[in-house]
Every structure is written in C-alpha cells, then in structure tokens.
C-alpha cells in the first residue's frame, strides 16, 4: 500500500464497482449516487474494517435510501461492524435474545433472501 493511502481508497473504489452493489446505489439514492459513492469510498479507505462487501451491502440495506442514515451506519460500521450485520441480517424471533437469520449479505442483494442459513 502506498504512503498515500491510495490502496485503501482503490479497495472504496472496487467496493462501489460490485455490480449488485453498484446499481443498489443507483437505485436506492438516484440522484444522490455519486455522493453515497464517495460517502463510502472514503469510509473504506479510512479503514480495513469496512472493506468487505457483505458489509457495505448491511449499510445500504439499513440506509433505506437516506443519505442520512447511511452516514450513520457507516460511523456505525467503523466503531462495531458487527452489530450492523446483527441489525441488516437478523430479526428478533421470539422471548428474550433468540434471533432468526433472514438475509445473508453475503450474497448478493437479488439472493440475499434465498436460502438463508444461521
């Protein structure tokens, strides 16, 4: 990685260039796509943490299309990846802590419903 950072900032850029990730983007913030790419590309290059698809696919599913939101879970992200998984990928399924699995992010958004596993 160079002095400047710049192998971090190009992993933001091959993160906003997933093709499912990409058009989810498109999609979700129209006109606002290109500043939610430079939101996140420079949220990746901050740190390894966020570099992970799986992960940038919680933080646009929890954004749910507001900008706002999104610059919430990715200052989220960077304190606690896990728990934005937990609040993307899991709902609560009855007393107490149980938990269900119902999206896997992993995947991509078209198939993150289908065939779920805990």
Do not use: H
């Not at 260039?17 to 901050?46: M, T």
């Not at 990928?89 to 078209?110: H, L």
């Amino acid at each position: 990685m160079s002095p400047s950072g710049g192998g971090a900032r190009r992993a933001g850029e091959d993160l906003i260039n997933i093709p499912d990730i990409r058009e989810k983007i498109k999609s979700d913030f129209g006109a606002q796509a290109e500043e939610v790419f430079a939101l996140i590309s420079a949220a990746v290059g901050g740190g390894r943490e966020l570099n992970n698809p799986r992960l940038i696919r919680c933080i646009i599913f929890l954004a749910d299309k507001n900008i706002k939101k999104l610059k919430v879970c990715l200052d989220s992200a960077k304190t606690d990846p896990r728990d934005i998984i937990m609040w993307a990928e899991y709902i609560q399924s009855g007393p107490g802590d149980q938990t269900k699995r119902v999206r896997d992010f992993s995947k991509t958004f078209e198939l993150s419903e289908t065939d779920v596993r805990e």
